[in-house]
């Protein structure tokens, strides 16, 4: 298993471009999230997704827009960047079942704007 | 709201000593979960260990352990024989299975652990 991929692992981007972060997970894993952090803000969530067609916003959605065609998919799009979506950007995916729950990291996705 | 709070920005601990990491939370569930994951430099996230609330033993593995204390809402992470390796951010991190909650998890702002040589 590959666990949860993200791409790129880096990206500069000028303010007003657009972009999606992808991310994968091969686990089958109903519930997906995206996550940014910041210096001295732990991680903040930004979307998440409980499954193939169903997704919810976090604390911080704005600027952000996801979808979830598939149950290994979520990609984060960044409709028009702005400085202060610079930050470092985490997708996981998790399972609940019964009595265990265990949640799974991508490696990261450092973005900057300028 | 649920919270979870860790009130030691910074520690440092000596080679081969023992570091405790601090995390309170609140809550008025029952049932829920809590979590110690560690973030080298590398960045990459990683679960350290989990404690079920229901579950009155703490948790261990191998060189990490908790002290969980129900009532207090305290969730603690001991780290023994510190390693260089043990170098890293630590958050602490909550999540009730309430369906109402959608299993999202509260995260602590964390404590960055420096383990000196």
């Known amino acids: 298993n590959a666990g949860v991929t993200q791409t790129p692992k880096f990206q500069v981007l000028k303010t007003g471009q657009s972009m999606t972060l992808q991310c994968a997970q091969d686990?089958?894993?109903?519930?997906m999230s995206w996550y940014r952090q910041d210096p001295g803000m732990g991680l903040r969530l930004i979307h998440y997704s409980v499954g193939a067609g169903i997704t919810d916003q976090g604390e911080v959605p704005n600027g952000y827009n996801v979808s979830r065609s598939t149950t290994e998919d979520f990609p984060l799009r960044l409709l028009s960047a702005a400085p202060s979506q610079t930050s470092v950007y985490f997708c996981?995916?998790?399972?609940?079942?019964?009595?265990?729950?265990?949640?799974?990291f991508g490696p990261g996705t450092r973005l900057t704007v300028t | 709201a649920q919270t979870v709070t860790q009130s030691q920005p910074e520690m440092s601990v000596q080679e081969a000593e023992t570091v405790t990491l601090s995390c309170t939370y609140d809550t008025s569930e029952n049932n829920y979960y809590l979590f110690w994951y560690k973030q080298p430099p590398s960045r990459q996230m990683i679960l350290v260990i989990r404690q079920e609330a229901y579950k009155q033993q703490n948790a261990t593995e191998n060189r990490f352990s908790v002290n969980f204390q129900k009532a207090a809402k305290s969730f603690s992470l001991k780290i023994s024989d510190s390693q260089l390796g043990d170098t890293a951010m630590y958050f602490c991190a909550f999540m009730s299975p309430n369906a109402g909650n959608n299993r999202k998890l509260i995260w602590g702002l964390g404590t960055s652990l420096a383990v000196n040589p």
């Open positions: 996981a995916s998790s399972y609940w079942r019964e009595a265990t729950y265990e949640q799974y």
């Open positions: 686990m089958n894993h109903e519930y």
